[in-house]
Antibody, heavy 126, light 112 residues
Framework: EVQLVESGGGLVQPGGSLRLSCVAS????????MSWVRQAPGKGLEWVANINHDGGEKYFVDSVKGRFTISRDNAKNSLYLQMSSLRAEDTAVYYCARDRYMVRGHVTSDSTFDIWGQGTVVTVSS | DVVMTQFPLSLPVTLGQPASISCRSSQSLVHSDGNTYLNWFQQRPGQSPRRLIY???NRDSGVPDRFSGSGSGTDFTLKISRVEAADVGVYYCMQGTHWSYTFGQGTKLEIK
């Protein structure tokens, strides 16, 4: 079964840090880009960051640039989001989602956000 | 960033009746590779989002054929031919053509 399982959420004070993890199973993790998407309480979906299949390319939404980093460990089928200088507005459910994939050296976007994890809750509050 | 605008934001529908959600982008979603990366997602209450449609009109595996997507350029539509109770939730369009990915505000479908 294709699956993504997030962990690492919790309550953190403003200015603090948190590291989220996402473990993938049921597919060849190392051939897919991966993304983090968040949803503030009662709000819509917001793409946060993504990383290419080998970790060499990383992209972020403007509101988290310089504060969040994304990384992956293909040997462990794992994706990470390191969040620092956290603000109240970062409070959200954070989902990892499968993104683009590599086929014969080319990137295709047919798989963008076709698989989602269950989400992990991050609360930034004093 | 490309702005995605959905309407209506609230959609009360009688069981068995059709429903339609519109999504408009602030610029064309035709990619340089010729594809249009416009996806539709369903989020049932308390659940993670689920992709229904990719590249405008392609249904994902397991998605009932009551769901269909259409459109081109900047104007897109998700249609449900006969609404069932399981369709209650929020529906989002999303573009993957331009950096960064952006979602519509969401349309809340409820049973009248």
């Amino acid at each position: 079964e294709v699956q993504l399982v997030e962990s690492g959420g919790g309550l953190v004070q403003p200015g603090g840090s948190l590291r989220l993890s996402c473990v993938a199973s049921g597919f060849t993790f190392s051939t897919y880009w991966m993304s983090w998407v968040r949803q503030a309480p009662g709000k819509g979906l917001e793409w946060v960051a993504n990383i290419n299949h080998d970790g060499g390319e990383k992209y972020f939404v403007d509101s988290v640039k310089g504060r969040f980093t994304i990384s992956r460990d293909n040997a462990k089928n794992s994706l990470y989001l390191q969040m620092s200088s956290l603000r109240a507005e970062d409070t959200a459910v954070y989902y990892c989602a499968r993104d683009r994939y590599m086929v014969r050296g080319h990137v295709t976007s047919d798989s963008t956000f076709d698989i989602w994890g269950q989400g992990t809750v991050v609360t930034v509050s004093s | 960033d490309v702005v995605m605008t959905q309407f209506p934001l609230s959609l009360p529908v009688t069981l068995g009746q059709p429903a339609s959600i519109s999504c408009r982008s602030s610029q064309s979603l035709v990619h340089s590779d010729g594809n249009t990366y416009l996806n539709w997602f369903q989020q049932r209450p308390g659940q993670s989002p689920r992709r229904l449609i990719y590249k405008v009109s392609n249904r994902d595996s397991g998605v009932p054929d009551r769901f269909s997507g259409s459109g081109s350029g900047t104007d897109f539509t998700l249609k449900i031919s006969r609404v069932e109770a399981a369709d209650v939730g929020v529906y989002y369009c999303m573009q993957g053509t331009h950096w960064s990915y952006t979602f519509g505000q969401g349309t809340k479908l409820e049973i009248k």
